[in-house]
């Protein structure tokens, strides 16, 4: 199976900092028959169900504010929040669909 | 709106069983994939299982196959997992998921979760 490691476990940002979670998978997601890379992002806010935020590692779900994106390829993957708002506190986590489905393990961010 | 409302959870004590449900409105449930994926209080999130739209596949975590089934009935837009050989392990707050597409295995709406105890 595809094991999906986020760094950092939690991380304190101040409102209107750039915040960064990084996602590694142990083999590559990358379908080369169709160049996508088989990876999404969710943000679970205390109390909440999760919401997708992005997929195809870097396509903002509809309705999702801007300031969240998603990049890379391969096995290295990062979502990034440009302005952190009081309402991105959440954890977030990285799935991988190229095989048996899996998560990472969960990043937490929180207001310094 | 899209709605998934999950109902069947309670405690109950290992080894027996129990079937979850998911109710499911404001789209054409037929036309996507469903899942079930749980959480452990405190704990991150765990895939569970998948059902096609037509309900002719189904795959299963490791942790729980041979042990839970997957079923839909399209004519009550209602997911199950049927749940048997129950383990305090399988101690979770279970959510139904919907496919983003017809199989795209990533999730654009969640239910609320029924809570699901193992204990004697």
């Known amino acids: 199976d595809i094991v999906m490691t986020q760094s950092p476990d939690s991380l304190a940002v101040s409102l209107g900092e750039r915040a960064t979670i990084n996602c590694k998978s142990s083999?590559?997601?990358?379908?080369?028959?169709?160049?996508?890379?088989?990876l999404a992002w969710y943000q679970q806010r205390p109390g909440q169900p999760p919401k997708l935020l992005i997929y195809?590692?870097?396509i903002r779900e509809s309705g999702v504010p801007d300031r969240f994106s998603g990049s890379g390829s391969g096995t290295d993957f990062t979502l990034t929040i440009s302005s952190l708002q009081a309402e991105d506190v959440a954890v977030y986590y990285c799935?991988?669909?190229?095989?048996?489905?899996?998560f990472g393990q969960g990043t937490k961010v929180e207001i310094k | 709106q899209v709605q998934l409302v999950e109902s069947g959870g309670g405690v109950v004590q290992p080894g027996r069983s129990l079937r979850l449900s998911c109710a499911a409105s404001g789209f054409t449930f037929s036309s996507n994939g469903m899942h079930w994926v749980r959480q452990a209080p405190g704990k991150g999130l765990e895939w569970v299982a998948v059902?096609?739209?037509?309900?002719?596949?189904?795959y299963y975590a490791d942790s729980v196959k041979g042990r839970f089934t997957i079923s839909r009935d399209n004519s009550k837009n209602t997911l199950y997992l049927q749940m048997n050989s129950l383990r305090a392990e399988d101690t979770a707050l279970y959510y139904c998921a919907k496919d983003r597409e017809m199989t795209a295995y990533h999730f654009d709406y969640w239910g609320q979760g029924t809570l699901v105890t193992v204990s004697s």
């Open positions: 083999q590559s997601i990358l379908y080369n028959s169709n160049n996508k890379n088989y």
């Open positions: 195809w590692a870097s």
């Open positions: 059902i096609s739209n037509d309900g002719s596949n189904k």
């Open positions: 799935q991988q669909y190229y095989t048996t489905l899996g």
